[in-house]
């Protein structure tokens, strides 16, 4: 049962990744403090209210207040600068929030039921670990393209102006490297 548990965190943690990605929109600095503000006293609130709780549950409740908060400033990052950079940052921090919160679900179990707990959480992890890496790498591509293909137009256009001359190619090599942003 505690392993179907996990297993449904880890799967929530992952359908969530895309969304982030998806409405990710930069904000203002003033947006940017006032969420932060909140988050903080989202996490204060929610580790207050741990103290209610008993044993490894209290635990559990603490580790979760952590996880939230972590991947909530994680989020408010990539909000606030759009890069790709802080959105793989999300997905590293969700993978490993969801593992430290199923890893101390599994303090609840002993003996080999305990070990398969951990080993499954921690495979959860390594997977989404390498999904963000995967993520990062098919970025890294797309940039390295996107630059390779913006090189390989202004050697075109450079090449275009090769057949001018005086003024005339000065001009159009001036205006070739203003836009491919060849100075």
């Known amino acids: 049962m505690q392993n179907l548990k996990t297993l449904a965190a880890a799967i929530v943690c992952a359908s969530l990744l895309p969304l982030s990605a998806a409405?990710?929109?930069?904000?203002?600095?003033?947006?940017?403090?006032?969420?932060?503000?909140?988050?903080?006293?989202?996490?204060?609130?929610?580790?207050?209210?741990?103290?209610?709780?008993?044993?490894?549950?209290?635990?559990?409740?603490?580790?979760?207040?952590?996880?939230?908060?972590?991947?909530?400033?994680?989020?408010?990052?990539?909000?606030?600068?759009?890069?790709?950079?802080?959105?793989?940052?999300?997905?590293?921090?969700?993978?490993?929030?969801?593992?430290?919160?199923?890893?101390?679900?599994?303090?609840?179990?002993?003996?080999?039921?305990?070990?398969?707990?951990?080993?499954?959480?921690?495979a959860t992890e390594t997977k989404a670990l390498a999904d963000a890496k995967m993520g990062q790498e098919i970025g890294d591509a797309k940039k390295d393209a996107a630059s390779e293909k913006t090189e390989a137009d202004y050697k075109v256009a450079h090449e275009k102006c090769d057949a001018l001359a005086g003024d005339a190619k000065a001009r159009c090599v001036t205006a070739a490297k203003g836009k491919f942003g060849k100075h």
């Open 23 to 122: 409405f990710a929109k930069t904000m203002n600095k003033a947006e940017f403090k006032a969420s932060k503000t909140r988050i903080s006293a989202d996490y204060k609130t929610d580790k207050a209210a741990c103290k209610v709780q008993k044993g490894n549950a209290k635990d559990i409740f603490q580790e979760e207040a952590k996880a939230k908060e972590k991947v909530a400033l994680a989020e408010l990052e990539f909000s606030y600068t759009g890069k790709a950079a802080d959105r793989n940052k999300v997905a590293v921090v969700k993978a490993k929030a969801a593992y430290e919160v199923a890893k101390e679900r599994c303090d609840d179990l002993a003996g080999n039921g305990k070990d398969v707990c951990v080993q499954e959480a921690k």
